[in-house]
């Protein structure tokens, strides 16, 4: 890097962790070097500014966290982090801050300059710059304006990513771990921004942020149930989950993955939140009793030679026993930002770590390739629960993340575009209406395929999370519902079955690929069909009646046309050449019997 200069890109890492199979993580500990491959030596955060990283080779958030290791303190088993759901990918966004002199908030900031290159005495995260390169309008600064803060091409100096990844096989430990994931929320929405906000100069702050006796401290607060606040990967994200919560451990900074539909409890084991320079704390309260929750406190750095003035650690809570609260419950995340002098760009983000209660996961259900074999009948309500036409709005994304429920909803906002027929679309790309709202858009013959084909892909996710037996038992089920004549098949409605014998197979074997795709890059041997045997009959019993299915999906006869759709061809053919042939003798006949006639006729004139 030169001095002065700013990456924020992905990279691919050395994935530390086996790709066949999931593992109890550890502990995983990084910093940042610098010299030859034989003499590497640690950075200083002065000199190399950590912004933010993002991903989970290891686990981190900025600055605060090179060389900690609190927020991956290993749980008590049964509970654990797992890999295998993340990939070899991260984020970077680090800042060379030699040269900046006595400028060096001002370029990790990302401050905007203007046109001469000064830097802005005003900000606002994340908006656009007026016409006028010397005025800025509301809204500008932070990320969107982090980039080369001098204009010096050397001397380059080579970073490298230095990092201690320690994890466990699963058939080493006496019990089945029970996987922990991680929900977060963003106290940015309280002022309407996302993720990144900026703290004003005390004078010019709304009043009502100031903290009542000492006017410049910055105080936001958002207040809503932890369904409400707390969401998936992306923070502001609603929680679908468990009613019940339990947390373990409270901790300071982004790093997170979805929670879906699931069961009666749910106990979340973390919490983790993230601050930038200037902040002096996050603090999560129940709304209604006022009591702390979770309180994330911060350490600043006295060494002049490397990390005076920077934001050093954000304190990890931990809760024995277990915290239970109802995810119904309201609560209130507040942060406390330093407003003496202008701040750009900073960050409030608090992070719960869940119990997944998905199921507890052995040596058996750790592995990355899920078993298929050829089940020996389809169960039909089995492989489409829904029926083959449903809207899978209230299962998506868009529902869980961004409060969109309904397809009423879903096509009267100003992002749908063209209808049923049309797309929804976002930053993240276009969404099919028709794969979202598929009744309600009528069940089309283009609607109902990707209907069928989104559920199926849905219905792999949830019983292949993990492997095992309820992996297997579906996977197996879709490859034989996709074979012709196969026994149950008969109760698919005719354009249902002819979806799955085109797609199911492919559909089932891609399903054994359990986990991240990325770890199945270079699969030496991908499983194929000639692989697939049959199921042992004792482990799929037939059943003692017939399953009710949607009646949209069902046809009780005992047969598929489009399986005799060649023979119906062929005999339509041969159909066609007899009544051509029975037809030309009876013209022929006719014909000669007409001929007969006439003579008759003439013959009678004469007489």
Request: hydrophobic share 35%; with cysteine; net charge negative.
């Given at each position: 890097?030169?001095?002065?200069?700013?990456?924020?890109?992905?990279?691919?890492?050395?994935?530390?962790?086996?790709?066949?199979?999931?593992?109890?993580?550890?502990?995983?500990?990084?910093?940042?070097?610098?010299?030859?491959?034989?003499?590497?030596?640690?950075?200083?955060?002065?000199?190399?500014y950590i912004h933010h990283i993002a991903g989970s080779v290891v686990l981190g958030n900025g600055a605060e966290n090179v060389r900690q290791s609190e927020e991956d303190a290993a749980f008590s088993l049964p509970l654990g982090m797992l890999s295998g759901d993340d990939n070899d990918r991260m984020i970077f966004h680090v800042i060379d801050l030699r040269e900046t002199g006595d400028q060096w908030l001002e370029c990790l900031e990302?401050?905007?300059?203007?046109?001469?290159?000064?830097?802005?005495?005003?900000?606002?995260?994340g908006g656009e710059l007026s016409d006028d390169e010397d005025e800025i309008e509301e809204g500008a600064g932070g990320v969107s304006c982090c980039y080369n803060c001098t204009d010096l091409l050397t001397p380059t100096i080579d970073y490298r990513m230095r990092y201690n990844v320690t994890y466990t096989e699963l058939s080493e430990i006496e019990e089945p771990v029970e996987p922990l994931i991680m929900i977060s929320a963003d106290v940015a929405p309280t002022i309407d921004r996302y993720i990144e906000w900026d703290v004003p100069m005390w004078q010019n702050m709304p009043e009502e942020h100031a903290l009542p006796g000492n006017p410049k401290v910055q105080?936001?607060?958002?207040?809503?149930?932890?369904?409400?606040?707390?969401?998936?990967?992306?923070?502001?994200?609603?929680?679908?989950?468990?009613?019940?919560?339990?947390v373990h451990r409270c901790i300071g900074h982004l790093h997170i993955a979805g929670l879906?539909?699931?069961?009666?409890?749910?106990?979340?084991?973390?919490?983790?939140?993230?601050?930038?320079?200037?902040?002096?704390?996050?603090?999560?309260?129940?709304?209604?009793?006022?009591?702390?929750?979770?309180?994330?406190?911060?350490?600043?750095?006295?060494?002049?030679?490397?990390?005076?003035?920077?934001?050093?650690?954000?304190?990890?809570?931990?809760?024995?026993p277990p915290l239970q609260i109802l995810s119904d419950r309201e609560v209130r995340l507040v942060t406390h930002y330093d407003a003496e002098i202008l701040h750009t760009g900073v960050m409030g983000l608090i992070f719960l770590m869940v119990a997944e209660k998905d199921m507890a996961v052995g040596p058996v259900e750790a592995a990355l390739t899920a078993d298929v074999c050829l089940a020996p009948r389809c169960d039909v309500a089995a492989v489409l629960p829904?029926?083959?036409?449903?809207?899978a709005l209230p299962d998506s994304i868009l529902c869980s993340f961004g409060g969109v429920c309904s397809c009423d909803d879903l096509l009267a906002i100003k992002d749908t575009v063209g209808g049923c027929g049309g797309v929804y679309m976002s930053s993240f790309g276009n969404v099919s209406v028709a794969s979202l709202c598929a009744e309600h858009c009528g069940c089309g013959e283009d609607i109902l395929e990707e209907s069928v084909l989104e559920q199926i892909e849905q219905?792999?996710?949830?019983?292949?999370?993990?492997?095992?037996?309820?992996?297997?038992?579906?996977?197996?089920?879709?490859?034989?519902?996709?074979?012709?004549?196969?026994?149950?098949?008969?109760?698919?409605?005719?354009?249902?079955?002819?979806?799955?014998?085109q797609n199911g197979e492919e559909m089932a074997l891609e399903g054994t690929k359990i986990g991240d795709p990325s770890l199945h890059r270079f699969d030496t041997k991908p499983l194929t069909k000639s692989d697939v045997r049959s199921c042992d009959p004792k482990d799929y019993p037939e059943k003692s009646e017939a399953t009710g299915v949607n009646s949209n999906t069902v046809k009780k006869n005992s047969f598929h046309p489009f399986y005799l759709f060649p023979v119906v061809v062929v005999g339509i053919i041969v159909g066609l050449g007899?009544?051509?042939?029975?037809?030309?003798?009876?013209?022929?006949?006719?014909?000669?019997?007409?001929?007969?006639?006439?003579e008759a006729d003439k013959d009678e004139e004469v007489i």
């Open positions: 890097m030169t001095p002065g200069g700013v990456v924020n890109q992905a990279f691919v890492l050395n994935y530390p962790f086996p790709k066949d199979r999931r593992v109890l993580i550890g502990t995983r500990m990084w910093e940042f070097v610098q010299g030859d491959l034989d003499d590497l030596r640690p950075v200083e955060i002065n000199q190399l990302c401050r905007c300059p203007d046109g001469e290159g000064s830097y802005l005495g005003i900000g606002g995260s105080v936001l607060e958002r207040v809503g149930t932890l369904r409400e606040l707390f969401g998936g990967f992306f923070p502001g994200a609603v929680y679908t989950g468990n009613d019940l919560l339990e879906g539909t699931g069961n009666d409890l749910l106990e979340v084991h973390r919490c983790i939140g993230h601050l930038h320079i200037a902040g002096l704390g996050m603090w999560l309260y129940d709304a209604i009793t006022g009591d702390l929750l979770c309180h994330n406190d911060v350490k600043y750095g006295d060494d002049p030679a490397a990390d005076k003035g920077f934001l050093k650690t954000v304190t990890v809570t931990n809760y024995d829904n029926g083959g036409c449903r809207d219905q792999t996710e949830d019983n292949c999370h993990y492997a095992g037996e309820k992996c297997t038992r579906y996977l197996s089920n879709v490859y034989a519902c996709a074979q012709p004549w196969a026994k149950g098949s008969e109760e698919f409605n005719d354009s249902v079955m002819a979806i799955l014998a007899l009544y051509s042939h029975s037809r030309r003798k009876k013209q022929k006949i006719d014909a000669v019997a007409k001929s007969g006639s006439s």
